[in-house]
């Protein structure tokens, strides 16, 4: 089975650390995951992991598990889940959270399973990982189909207890506001008040999934039905194609050593590298891909709040390739340029997408930083003038407002920075222009104090800004400086109107 067969290899390799202490259930799960469901497709990964939120410190477990055939959110592709187990488990649950772009009115914004879910359906020091997995499973299983389960009176009062003005409000005010109040309560009205609660929060939140589940089979149809309709299938195969990678990249990940990866980059400015990456056919393949996929009376999912044109190639079937191309080939680039923005840890999932620029659509974007660990930006196109990418510095540096490198596109050749690195597109003057941006990320160092750190700090910035680096969207004091540099600089800044 390769899921047991990866298992022990992650299990022999942490015990291979010396000195590093391994919580018991490391090994139960060895011959535990024998009898794991058989919607549990893989495990990938186990680690330690530090930090505060979203699920906390522990040990995480990543599985990758397949939705029901009756749910909407029903893919071709499995959903990564990760698991935070506590030092105290399995006395306490473990926290989880979903790596992909998944939505549920049982999920919290960025994919954590809500704990009361796991609550319901936890029994201290009987449950296993794989019934706090089977949760997770419900959560993204058909829409009459309550997470929770059956419910005990004792489970619903702990709910209560955390929730009272949640609850008040959902259910009319059926509960007592004091808790002295409701321990005075009879026993059967107390189950019966406890029902109707229940009952109340599960139309609640079916309300809300018809919602967003239809959204999200819309999505994953459209994965399904493009990569059968469209005229190259081969960008829809099995397997990432070495041929589609410049023969300079690829024959550095080949050698696979740092001096062979350093000789084939060109450090822009500090931090930022470009490197002949993709093969001019292969941009030719994906350009013609997405044009025609523009054609289509398919839904359009357009990549973030600021590009207006352009699409999540995600949606559209092209998800498990990214995945393939930065397992095997971008990961070795991560691990030697950025490790010390993702404190070592690999990145793990992606969203990526294309962006579109043309004279009657989209002509440049504001200064802004991505939601990102690492980021790759590649053209697929030429035939534009203007539309470079300008750099300024480092979210939360004194210079993160000064311009230090104004960047052009060639077609095929990437370029790569940390997510925390300021930048912009220029305005285009003629043409189009067409990029994959892939935004790469890393669930065990979003979950580290590093990371929380990294944004709790405030922005400091004693130079005088560029004009050029100011955000119309991200910078509060955006117009003061306009006014105290004068309307004489505004040509020095990004088309952001």
Same mark, same amino acid.
Not at 21 to 48: C, G, M, N, T, Y
Not at 217 to 225: A, C, F, I, P, R
Not at 359 to 366: I, P
């Given at each position: ?125 009987? &449950?296993?990982? %794989? ?5 997770? *499973?419900?959560?993204? $299983? =058909?829409?009459?189909?309550?997470? @929770?389960? +059956? ?71 459209? &994965?399904?039905? %493009? ?5 190259? *299938?081969?960008?829809? $195969? =099995?397997?990432?194609?070495?041929? @589609?990678? +410049? ?251």
């Amino acid at each position: 089975i390769p899921t047991m067969e990866r298992l022990d290899t992650l299990v022999c390799d942490l015990h291979s650390v010396p000195n590093e202490p391994h919580p018991a259930w490391v090994s139960v799960l060895q011959p535990a995951l024998a009898a794991a469901p058989s919607f549990v497709k893989e495990v990938r990964h186990i680690d330690r992991i530090g930090g505060q939120r979203p699920i906390g410190p522990g040990w995480m477990l990543q599985v990758d598990m397949e939705a029901s055939d009756d749910s909407p959110y029903a893919r071709p592709l499995p959903y990564p889940l990760e698991l935070v187990f506590p030092q105290d488990f399995p006395l306490v649950c473990p926290s989880m959270r979903f790596c992909c772009g998944v939505r549920s009115a049982f999920l919290e914004d960025d994919g954590v399973v809500d704990p009361d879910v796991l609550g319901f359906v936890w029994t201290a020091g009987e &449950s296993t990982a %794989w019934d706090a997995v089977a949760a997770a *499973r419900r959560v993204i $299983g =058909p829409l009459n189909v309550q997470p @929770w389960g +059956a419910v005990n009176v004792d489970k619903a009062m702990e709910f209560w207890r955390h929730h009272r003005r949640d609850c008040a409000c959902e259910a009319g005010r059926l509960l007592p506001c004091d808790f002295a109040e409701w321990e005075a309560m009879q026993p059967e009205l107390k189950a019966d008040t406890l029902q109707r609660l229940l009952d109340r929060l599960r139309e609640h939140n079916h309300r809300m999934a018809r919602g967003i589940s239809t959204q999200a089979s819309v999505m994953v149809e459209t &994965s399904v039905l %493009w990569p059968k309709r469209t005229k190259n *299938r081969a960008l829809y $195969g =099995p397997a990432w194609e070495r041929d @589609w990678l +410049a023969s300079s990249f690829l024959a550095a990940v080949d050698d696979d050593s740092p001096e062979a990866l350093r000789a084939i980059l060109t450090e822009e400015t500090p931090g930022v590298y470009s490197f002949d990456m993709l093969a001019p056919e292969f941009c030719d393949m994906l350009f013609a891909d997405i044009a025609a996929y523009e054609e289509t009376d398919l839904p359009k999912p357009r990549p973030n709040s600021m590009n207006n044109y352009g699409c999540i190639v995600n949606h559209i079937g092209l998800e498990p390739q990214i995945t393939r191309l930065i397992d095997a080939y971008l990961q070795p680039l991560v691990s030697l340029l950025f490790s010390q923005t993702t404190s070592g840890y690999p990145v793990d999932h992606h969203h990526s997408f294309v962006v579109q620029y043309a004279e009657n659509q989209d002509r440049s974007l504001d200064m802004h930083t991505d939601d990102s660990e690492v980021t790759v930006n590649v053209a697929l196109n030429e035939g534009y003038t203007g539309s470079g990418l300008s750099f300024c510095g480092l979210f939360g540096a004194q210079d993160r407002r000064q311009l230090n490198k104004e960047y052009r596109h060639c077609k095929g050749r990437a370029v790569i920075h940390a997510g925390i690195h300021t930048h912009g597109a220029d305005e285009l003057q003629t043409g189009e222009r067409m990029n994959l941006i892939v935004w790469m990320k890393s669930s065990c160092y979003r979950h580290s104090d590093a990371y929380h750190e990294r944004y709790a700090k405030p922005t400091l910035s004693e130079f005088e800004p560029q004009l050029r680096c100011l955000s119309r969207t991200h910078d509060r004091d955006f117009e003061y400086w306009v006014g105290k540099l004068g309307a004489d600089h505004h040509e020095g800044m990004l088309g952001q109107a």
